[in-house]
């Protein structure tokens, strides 16, 4: 039919007319594209398919929650356009909430769509003039395979007046399919020849270079190359690290086991951002020590504003530059001094390249009725693999007896030199002044190599000349700079989880964690081991909503937590926010410390909710740390508004008492509160926001926000 002229007029004619109308439509109406939210619960501990409304969606705006962690694209979900799917690609607990947010348009459009609908051949038709197909191969036992393989291979040559000819190429690979029954392979290599990370404008991030060879099937699957590894089960028993190594996975109905090796791509880094009144960036990025100038690794970093996770992007709320190690707000976050910013990051460390090795388990009942999760994870610096300075045997035996101390793998970093720049005012404490003119002799000339400690830890600081750096002396714990070559001390961290929960009776949920951590400050030396091995732990109970008859429902949560001086976990173990809800900074270590909870929620319908809670923290003192105990209790009115507004409304009250090892306690009270009110009127959503807070802890500590905010539909969620 296609090859017929007249017929095919006709099929462009039509195509003509089609194309007009459609564009009539588009100039009649405006099409808005907005954000939309889809939630489900997950049933069973089979991979989830979410069905999303048949709307048309908007490519890679797809963001998937579950309990209000953020899923990773392609690794933890993947997306159909075309039938408008979302399958989740790992199994988690049922009864987990699934949230969708997705920018769409507002229209129905169908799932398939044809021009042309095939009609069946007449029943009188002669069999023979129909076309037959022939198959060289047939046979039910032979598997069958459905392997795309595409790429783009480029070379460039570069030549100029004074300069060599070089040659650059790039080369980007992919291959895609069946390569069995239900065995499906997925693999990509990128290789461009820039020794550049990618850019942090856009919200998801491409990896200039690459490998990843990914085989799957519906009970195992192994990964070789980069990838990234996302495990959380309790709080300490969680991880999130880009890696490059090999992962083996094993998954049933009832266990699960994962295996990975690989080599780390850097430091686990939480950093609570100093930020100035108005000042929106850039803002830089520094290393456990206190150190700026470090890299970052592309796609690592977890931002939070006032407890609310950010999102990276020119459009959305920052931008980063990794090879700096800065972060930029964009104009949709205005930045004032009152604003809590706590980052979360890795960056490449520069003493030696780093190994990681985990391994988790997972059992369960048949009836669901209890689980059992084990995690172990261990980083640690290659002694082999040292990046700063090459490490001879006179250097491996300082680094053997230095122990945990630093300072104590240093050797000066000054030699007799006629041509040097410094001269000696004490050598006992590595006293030395720059000199400024030709008049000290030959003899009392030194050169100085210097090395960068914490702040506060050092007796010199740095002045970047036009030519040269100058280091002038500033005396004991007024630097970050000493005339030493401090050698770095390789360390490891190891950390093993156990997470249990259980049902015992209907309505009643347990849960148990116990947590071990192994942290070496020197893995060469078995000086100063004694402290290494530290615990932690957590035991939660909570019940189900309890009907009262018509007075609604009720549950309770009741929580306790140990946690002893020194632990030290590879990841984040508490909230953004969670220090401040007790008075303490953003960047207090959370060890040594007991606490206790307790949480009841009142629903009298189910458009309304009361939530009160009480909690106690106690933490001793420390040589680093003053004892601190602090009391809290809070309550959380909050109001659906589906007829009526929106309404939440929070306030707490906070009671602290932080005690030095020879001043006298001192007392502080913190009160904050919040509250808001929304309510659609025809395509208008206007909404009133107040915050406030008075900390008496504090010279002038009152603070109050009051924001009016008008908002048209549809909108993203608040």
């Not at 020879?662 to 009127?681: C, K, L, M, Q």
Request: with cysteine; net charge negative.
């Amino acid at each position: 039919l296609v090859r017929s002229r007249g017929l095919g007029d006709v099929y462009k004619r039509q195509t003509f007319l089609v194309v007009l109308v459609s564009a009539t439509c588009v100039r009649a109406e405006t099409i808005r594209v907005g954000w939309f939210t889809h939630t489900e619960t997950v049933e069973t501990a089979e991979d989830a398919v979410i069905q999303l409304p048949t709307r048309i969606l908007v490519r890679d705006s797809i963001h998937v929650f579950v309990d209000d962690l953020r899923l990773i694209p392609s690794h933890d979900f993947t997306v159909d356009l075309t039938t408008r799917t979302v399958r989740l690609t790992n199994s988690w607990p049922i009864g987990s909430t699934i949230r969708v947010e997705y920018r769409a348009l507002p229209v129905d459009w169908p799932l398939t769509y044809r021009w042309m609908t095939p009609v069946e051949p007449p029943s009188d038709s002669n069999p023979e003039s129909l076309p037959t197909f022939v198959t060289e191969r047939s046979g039910a036992n032979e598997p069958s395979g459905d392997l795309r393989i595409g790429g783009v291979k480029t070379f460039a040559i570069q030549v100029g007046s004074n300069r060599d000819m070089t040659l650059e190429q790039s080369l980007r690979v992919s291959i895609n399919g069946t390569i069995g029954e239900d065995v499906y392979v997925t693999a990509e290599l990128s290789d461009q020849n820039l020794p550049i990370q990618p850019e942090g404008t856009t919200e998801d991030i491409r990896e200039i270079d690459k490998v990843l060879v990914e085989i799957k099937s519906p009970h195992y699957r192994a990964v070789l190359g980069s990838y990234d590894f996302l495990y959380r089960s309790g709080e300490f028993g969680a991880y999130d690290r880009r890696l490059e190594g090999a992962l083996l996975q094993a998954r049933y109905d009832r266990w699960s086991v994962t295996g990975g090796v690989a080599s780390a791509r850097g430091r686990f880094r939480a950093y609570e951002l100093p930020v100035i009144d108005g000042i929106q960036g850039p803002y830089r990025l520094v290393d456990n020590a206190g150190n700026g100038n470090v890299v970052v690794i592309a796609g690592s970093e977890r931002v939070w504003l006032n407890g609310q996770a950010l999102r990276r992007g020119q459009n959305n709320d920052y931008v980063m530059d990794y090879g700096a190690g800065e972060i930029t707000f964009t104009r949709a976050r205005h930045i004032t001094d009152d604003m809590r910013i706590v980052v979360d990051y890795e960056y490449a460390g520069d003493d030696y390249g780093r190994s990681s090795a985990v391994m988790t388990g997972e059992l369960k009942s048949e009836t669901n009725r209890w689980q059992l999760a084990v995690f172990y994870a261990q980083e640690g610096d290659n002694v082999d693999d040292p990046l700063a300075l090459p490490l001879d045997d006179s250097a491996l035996d300082v680094i053997r007896g230095a122990g945990d101390d630093p300072m104590a793998a240093a050797r000066p970093g000054w030699v007799a030199d006629p041509n040097g720049t410094y001269r000696a005012i004490d050598l006992s404490v590595g006293h030395f002044a720059w000199i400024d003119d030709d008049t000290t002799p030959p003899d009392e000339r030194y050169s100085i190599q210097f090395s960068q400690v914490a702040p506060g830890k050092g007796t010199y600081t740095r002045v970047d000349g036009y030519f040269t750096n100058e280091y002038q002396w500033v005396g004991p714990g007024n630097g970050n700079y000493v005339p030493y070559v401090v050698l770095p001390l390789p360390d490891r961290t190891r950390v093993t989880t156990l997470h249990a929960q259980a049902l015992p009776i209907s309505g009643v949920t347990t849960e148990v964690e116990v947590a071990l951590s192994d942290r070496d400050e020197n893995t060469l030396s078995s000086l100063d081991d004694g402290d290494n091995r530290h615990w932690a732990g957590r035991a939660t109970i909570r019940t189900d909503e309890v009907p009262l008859g018509k007075a609604g429902t009720v549950a309770i949560t009741g929580t306790g937590r140990r946690v002893d001086k020194g632990f030290t976990a590879l990841s984040r173990t508490t909230p953004a926010e969670d220090n401040r809800r007790w008075g303490l900074s953003l960047s207090d270590r959370r060890d040594q410390e007991r606490t206790g909870e307790v949480s009841f929620v009142y629903s009298p319908s189910p458009d309304h909710k009361l939530t009160v809670d009480a909690g106690l923290f106690d933490r001793d003192s420390t040589a680093t740390s003053s004892g601190y105990t602090a009391r809290r209790v809070g309550a959380d009115w909050e109001s659906v508004g589906r007829v009526s507004p929106e309404v939440r409304a929070y306030l707490e009250a906070v009671r602290s008492e932080s005690r030095g090892s020879t001043d006298a306690p001192v007392e502080s009270e913190i009160y904050r509160g919040n509250g808001f009110v929304r309510h659609a009127v025809g395509y208008i959503r206007p909404s009133v926001r107040i915050d406030g807070e008075l900390d008496q802890s504090e010279e002038d500590g009152s603070r109050i926000h009051l924001s009016l905010i008008h908002i048209s539909e549809p909108t993203r969620p608040y």
